[in-house]
């Protein structure tokens, strides 16, 4: 019997939030807790499409803002898993700001996360192994793998 796949594409997930004044600080831009939360449930909800399981979030790599998301403007949230342990379901999310009124898109943010599958038990439980059927979804994978070591390495070198 052949073990369980899921595809990159299964686990696609986008996620949009209005920026409100309750998310924003004194300046009128999105608080990183506002943003760190959106992101962690779109991982979430991407690591589960992929698992057919609740996921609880394990580890946040190192996040950078870049650039500021501003009252009124669109968070665009997109993540897609792209790697996998036994239990554990490795998550990239990019969160992008979007001018609803000139439709123009500037990336803030990217992290990855990863996320342990719940059995019926609330214990760890096997996840499927990760397919990728096309060389769009191979490259994003080979992408994020790559991106990952990155900014690993860089966080690496930052504490010595």
């Known amino acids: 019997m052949s073990e369980p796949t899921a595809t990159l594409e ?4 986008e996620m949009t939030e209005l920026l409100l004044p309750n998310d924003t600080n004194n300046l009128g831009r999105a608080l990183g807790g506002a943003v760190l939360h959106w992101m962690d449930i779109c991982g979430a909800i991407a690591a589960m499409r992929f698992s057919n399981r609740q996921c609880v979030t394990a580890s946040m790599d190192h996040v950078d803002f870049i650039s500021p998301i501003d009252l009124g403007e669109v968070a665009v949230m997109e993540a897609y898993v792209f790697n996998v342990g036994r239990t554990s379901v490795d998550v990239k999310v990019d969160v992008h700001a979007e001018n609803p009124k000139t ?30 059927e096309t060389d769009e979804e191979e490259e994003l994978r080979a992408e994020a793998v790559a991106a990952r070591a990155d900014q690993l390495e860089s966080v690496i070198e930052r504490m010595e």
């Open 103 to 132: 439709d123009e898109l500037r990336k803030t943010t990217t992290s990855f996360l990863t996320f342990v599958a719940l059995d019926d038990d609330g214990k760890p439980t096997p996840v499927p192994r990760l397919a990728c």
């Open 10 to 13: 299964e686990s696609r997930t």
